[in-house]
């Protein structure tokens, strides 16, 4: 269920939702950036804590690094 609400911002802030984001897409932009920041709270400081593992993002970037070179191989 969705709830209408009203909030107070900047003009210019506002002017630059319009001409980014649209008219009809400011509501949606909005509830994409807050929804993670306050329905989980901990995963920015999980993702920070994945992040200072060295030897796990060594592993992530081999992984990544492999997989783009089977992407480029593929045919289209």
Do not use: C, H, N
């Amino acid at each position: 269920m969705q709830k209408k609400l009203t909030i107070t911002i900047d003009e210019q802030v506002y002017e630059g939702l319009y001409r980014v984001v649209g008219a009809r897409r400011i509501s949606r932009f909005i509830e994409d950036l807050v929804r993670p920041r306050v329905l989980y709270p901990a995963l920015e400081a999980a993702y920070e804590e994945m992040a200072r593992d060295e030897e796990r993002e060594q592993a992530a970037s081999e992984w990544a690094e492999a997989m783009v070179g089977d992407v480029v191989d593929e045919t289209r």
